[in-house]
């Protein structure tokens, strides 16, 4: 099970740090996602990290704003947001993808098999 936190309401310019964590599992072997929907749109990938996190992707309205990253220690993924813009507010959710793959992608949603509940963001003055 994956649950998000982290969200929340933030002017514009301001920045929040997403975290997904897996409930009485690990993450060792999973590519992770993040992805987003915001009102009356579709969902959307925003980022990812493989299970190693030597491969990161983003959309390209997020790149040098956002940063994923990942510590297996804990087991957490968090998605740092810097720079947010009132067109980042939606919903946002982490979601997993199990095996050792050494490239991740945020093409393909389906590919995803497990998915947090999400964590409302707004950016809004």
């Known amino acids: 099970q994956l649950v998000e936190s982290g969200g929340g309401l933030v002017l514009p310019g301001g920045s929040l740090r997403l975290s997904c964590a897996a409930s009485?599992?690990?993450?060792?072997?999973?590519?992770i996602g993040w992805f987003r929907q915001a009102p009356g749109k579709e969902r959307e990938g925003v980022s990812c990290?493989?299970?190693?996190?030597?491969?990161?992707d983003y959309i390209d309205s997020v790149k040098g704003r956002f940063t994923i990253s990942r510590d297996s220690a804990k087991p957490t993924v968090y998605l740092q947001m810097n720079s947010l813009k009132p067109e980042d507010t939606a919903i946002y959710y982490c979601?997993?993808?199990?095996?050792?793959?050494?490239?991740?992608?945020?093409?393909?949603?389906?590919?995803?098999?497990?998915w947090g509940q999400g964590t409302q963001v707004t950016v809004s003055s």
């Open positions: 009485g599992d690990t993450l060792d072997y999973y590519t």
């Open positions: 990290i493989s299970f190693n996190g030597r491969n990161t």
């Open positions: 979601a997993a993808r199990p095996g050792p793959r050494p490239y991740c992608s945020i093409a393909i949603m389906g590919s995803y098999d497990y």
